[in-house]
């Protein structure tokens, strides 16, 4: 039986309910923030592979992109308005992410302060948001 990665929004939600609880509070809504992007990246990134779309490897620029870029810029770079809309949603996702699971003092992406419960909460409602939009995509 494979692992359903939509199980992780289920986690973070949990993670943010009980922070305090099971670990420290920032880890809890660190722990949540990371999770839920990963819910929804890994399930845009399986919906590419089930429909066998062609990603790019370089932006228009000729950078080469990594794995998460990859796929967010696919989504942005559609001609189709609701998967533009999951890209620059999952954009801002994964900005949190890195932001959690990679500094200290997390920033915003104009360097003031990220706070956290607010970002906690912020993720796991769009994620819930990306995992009905991407899952009503034909």
């Known amino acids: 039986m494979s692992f359903d990665f939509g199980d992780y929004l289920n986690l ?3 993670l943010v309910n009980e922070r305090g ?3 420290t509070e920032e880890a809890c809504l660190r722990s949540a923030v ?8 890994i399930l845009a990134r399986d ?23 990859r796929i967010i810029e696919h989504f942005k770079n559609s001609c ?3 998967r533009q809309k999951i890209g620059l949603s999952l954009d801002r996702l994964r900005e949190f992410r890195v932001q959690a699971d ?37």
């Open 12 to 14: 973070a939600e949990a």
């Open 21 to 23: 609880r099971l670990a």
């Open 34 to 41: 990371s999770r839920a992007y990963y819910s929804v990246f």
């Open 47 to 69: 919906f590419t592979a089930t429909k066998e779309e062609e990603i790019a490897d370089f932006d228009s620029k000729g950078k080469k992109l990594g794995s998460h870029e």
């Open 80 to 82: 189709d308005a609701r």
């Open 102 to 138: 990679y500094y200290a003092l997390m920033r915003n992406r104009h360097g003031g302060p990220l706070l956290l419960l607010p970002s906690a909460n912020f993720s796991v409602s769009e994620a819930k948001t990306l995992l009905s939009a991407i899952r009503s995509l034909p």
